[in-house]
């Protein structure tokens, strides 16, 4: 079956610890998308990347970095610059290209103490 | 800069039709779209609808676009119980193909 696997569901961290949230596709969709969901604040883009071996800043970039080194893969890192890690984090991916509708996995929850 | 706008909550009865609204302020949307998410889980794709149309139906669905007032619905017929999750509106970008979504929509269906 085609579709969005984010592992693990739900991810415990100690603060000023670096953390790799895992996001992989077999769709064969060029672009991928990393947001970050707040109770009431509804979606925020971290990073996208629409095609291998390039990426883009989203809204709240700071704190987090990518990789996009194959297709299949768009690796989150959190890390220990962001003051705010604890959240709902989510993955997407499209075919690239002028507002294709996005798919998103199941979402990984992080919680940092 | 772009912005989508929802109210927060929504509470129909089962059997009863929900309509819920969104507003967007990007005149140049090439597409919009309506998401649902259920506790815990991931966003999943509803419908979506071409700006060049004002209407689509998909079953109990149906997506009403004011392109002249920037005013996107989403009505579902017989509302059930199940059908209780949070509703995001979402506007395309443009070139980059991001999507702006709403804050979303919590739906309650009181059986």
């Known amino acids: 079956d085609g579709g969005i696997t984010q592992s693990p569901k739900y991810l415990f961290r100690k603060e000023g610890q670096n953390v790799t949230l895992s996001c992989e596709q077999n769709?064969?969709?060029?672009?991928m998308y990393w947001y970050r969901q707040d109770p009431g604040q509804g979606l925020r883009l971290i990073y996208y990347s629409q095609i291998v071996n390039d990426f883009q800043k989203g809204d709240i970039a700071e704190g987090y970095s990518v990789s996009r080194e194959k297709k299949e893969s768009f690796p989150l890192t959190v890390t220990s610059a962001q003051k705010n890690p604890t959240a709902f984090y989510l993955c997407?991916?499209?075919?690239?290209?002028?507002?294709?509708?996005?798919?998103f996995g199941p979402g990984t929850r992080l919680t940092v103490t | 800069g772009e912005d989508v706008e929802q109210s927060l909550f929504l509470s129909v009865r089962e059997g009863d039709s929900s309509v819920i609204n969104c507003t967007y302020t990007?005149?140049?949307?090439?597409?919009l779209y309506w998401y649902k998410q259920e506790p815990g889980a991931g966003l999943q794709l509803l419908t979506y609808i071409f700006s060049n149309m004002d209407m689509k139906q998909d079953q109990r669905l149906t997506v009403l676009l004011n392109k002249k007032d920037k005013h996107l619905s989403l009505r579902i017929a017989d509302t059930q119980t199940g059908d209780s999750a949070i509703y995001f509106c979402?506007?395309?970008?443009?070139?980059?193909?991001?999507?702006?979504f709403g804050k979303g929509t919590k739906l309650s269906v009181k059986p």
């Open positions: 997407a991916s499209s075919i690239a290209g002028i507002s294709y509708e996005q798919y």
């Open positions: 990007d005149s140049s949307s090439t597409y």
């Open positions: 769709l064969n969709h060029d672009a």
């Open positions: 979402a506007e395309g970008e443009g070139s980059q193909g991001n999507l702006i």
